[in-house]
């Protein structure tokens, strides 16, 4: 499987962004998806992740009620809708696959891995 993500910028606090992550592959809804976060010094965190079929999401505490992740099977993709930003959640964002249809929250259980896209949130 491979990940492309896009969708990152600058945005201002309060603001809103959409990230994608678009994977090849003709067994998407297989692969559990997360999303992961590294800032600058910080090492990588856990955002969000779905299950294979995308009705089962979790959500880290600090961005719980504020992003959103849905994926389309359809379309090879997983999005990540983040809103109310705010400038902690300043990082490289990171979407990943798990070649299992569960979720985890672990970094070290995903085998695949997008190439990252930053997003920057000013205040």
């Known amino acids: 499987v491979q990940l492309q993500a896009s969708g990152g910028g600058l945005v201002q606090a309060g603001g809103s962004l959409r990230l994608s992550c678009a994977a090849s592959?003709?067994?998407?809804?297989?692969?559990?998806m997360g999303w992961f976060r590294q800032a600058p010094g910080r090492e990588r965190e856990f955002v969000g992740a779905?299950?294979?079929?995308?009705?089962?999401?979790i959500y880290a505490d600090s961005v719980k009620g504020r992003f959103t992740i849905s994926r389309d099977n359809a379309k090879n993709t997983v999005y990540l809708q983040m809103n109310s930003l705010k400038p902690e959640d300043t990082a490289v964002y990171y979407c990943?696959?798990?070649?299992?249809?569960?979720?985890?929250?672990?970094?070290?259980?995903?085998?695949?891995w997008g190439q990252g896209t930053l997003v920057t949130v000013s205040s």
């Open positions: 990943a696959a798990r070649s299992t249809g569960s979720y985890s929250k672990r970094a070290s259980e995903y085998l695949y």
């Open positions: 779905t299950t294979g079929s995308g009705t089962i999401t």
């Open positions: 592959g003709r067994t998407f809804s297989s692969y559990a």
